[in-house]
């Protein structure tokens, strides 16, 4: 089954609605870091979530917010009509079985983030390969040398433009992470100035970052790619500095 | 002339980012916001007061709790809590011995001063108008999957209606959803 073809499983997995059978089949596809599938759950778990949006909304009662913040400034002390010498001495035993399993817990604790975060990157590394190799087999390709504006030290930039498929491959390196509720964002720019803009991505703790956008038909002549930072979802105007750009030849 | 700033409102990132931080603060504007949607959901699912205020809380609990964890890449914040809500909402009603046999459409009435107040927000006008707008077949799928968790084997059953048109009603419910969410966020 390819990855278009799983398009309507994946909705039917972000509802809950897969038989046992087909969903494992699914989660094990997604597990092994499918870039386009998890991005489409990714879609359709955001698109679930609005459902609720339609009910009448009622106000939940004010003790519960005041529970919450009282259950998260205090750990949870329970009262007990115990004495308080055996109160102390099962506190005393359970405190040393507890602090033996905590210790063990946190040690792994960073250990496994570590791991999941490895598994991440693993993943991610993958499917950019596989970007790659795609564009490199393409029988018309051009590239474009990105450079360097003010606010970046030290980034720089490529994109491969697959005239196959008419998609810009984007790299980024060494690029300083964008400001608080911000993002980079893709621009096409035209010989009259059009400023026609393409995906927003971001960038990992090394600076690096990559985006796969589709040139949109029509535009004509590009004369300069540019990245921007714009508020998170990306702008239809460029309104943040310009951290790359490259003549398009 | 008064030259005050508007204080600037942090979107549930940047509040997200100081809840990770443990600011007390931050999760409280954090549970303003989103409280009526998610109790409201959890009131839905599990049509009994306590319980939706209880899974409420446990809800709000475990995202301070895992905050340093969020990844934000994956989800929003809403979608997150929306979909945690729902999950942990469906358990109890599976861990339930027996159902309630009190609805809540049997129960008494809420009093007026407990209903959120109708917030001017283009976004619920539109997820209100798309799902009024599907078929009933779509609407009624989609909600029993949503709002009971069935499978579509269970919703075919208990809807009387074929496989296949149970799978084809959910995807053409989701999919008028998310078509008209794009519009909405590409406008």
Not at chain 1, 42 to 66: W, Y
Not at chain 1, 87 to 104: F, P
Not at chain 1, 125 to 147: C, F, H, P, W, Y
């Amino acid at each position: 089954m390819t990855c278009h073809e799983r398009h309507d499983l994946i909705l039917l997995y972000a509802a809950d609605a897969l038989e046992p059978a087909e969903r494992e089949m699914l989660r094990q596809h997604l597990s092994g870091g499918c870039i386009e599938c998890a991005s489409r759950l990714a879609e359709a778990e955001a698109t679930l979530a609005h459902v609720p949006m339609a009910l009448d909304q009622v106000a939940p009662p004010p003790m519960a917010k005041t529970m919450l913040m009282r259950r998260i400034a205090t750990p949870s002390r329970r009262e007990s009509a115990r004495p308080k010498w055996l109160s102390y001495t099962v506190a005393a035993g359970l405190g040393i079985v507890i602090g033996a399993v905590g210790w063990q817990i946190l040690r792994d604790a960073p250990r496994q983030a570590r791991i999941r975060q490895l598994e991440t990157a693993l993943a991610n590394r993958d499917a950019q390969l596989g970007d790659l190799v795609k564009v490199i087999r393409a029988n018309e390709v051009s590239l474009v040398g990105l450079t360097r504006a003010d606010p970046q030290p030290r980034a720089s930039g490529r994109i491969l433009w697959d005239k196959d498929t008419n998609h810009w491959h984007v790299w980024v390196f060494d690029m300083q992470p964008p400001p608080p509720g911000r993002e980079y964002e893709l621009w096409f720019i035209t010989p009259d100035q059009r400023k026609i803009a393409g995906g927003t991505f971001k960038v990992d703790a090394s600076g690096n970052g990559t985006l796969t956008w589709p040139v949109p038909p029509n535009i004509g002549p590009i004369a300069l790619a540019a990245i921007t930072d714009e508020p998170l979802g990306g702008v239809q105007n460029p309104t943040g500095a310009i951290h790359l750009s490259g003549k398009v030849e | 002339m008064d030259d005050r700033q508007p204080p600037t409102i942090p979107d549930d990132l940047t509040l997200m980012q100081s809840i990770a931080a443990r600011d007390e603060s931050a999760m409280r504007t954090l549970y303003d916001r989103h409280c009526g949607l998610i109790y409201s959901l959890c009131l839905r699912i599990l049509r009994d007061r306590q319980e939706a205020e209880e899974v409420m809380i446990d809800v709000f609990w475990e995202l301070w709790n895992k905050s340093d964890r969020f990844d934000a890449l994956r989800s929003s914040v809403s979608t997150y809590l929306v979909l945690l809500a729902r999950s942990r909402s469906l358990d109890r009603v599976r861990s339930r011995s027996k159902l309630k046999s009190e609805s809540i459409d049997n129960a008494a009435p809420l009093a007026a001063e407990q209903t959120m107040p109708a917030e001017i927000d283009e976004r619920r006008i539109l997820v209100k108008q798309t799902l009024a707008a599907l078929d009933t077949s779509q609407r009624e799928a989609l909600e029993c999957a949503f709002y009971e968790g069935l499978s579509h084997s269970e919703i075919a059953a208990k809807l009387n209606r074929p496989l296949g048109t149970i799978k084809t009603c959910i995807r053409q419910g989701m999919t008028r959803l998310r078509d008209a969410l794009r519009t909405l966020d590409d406008a």
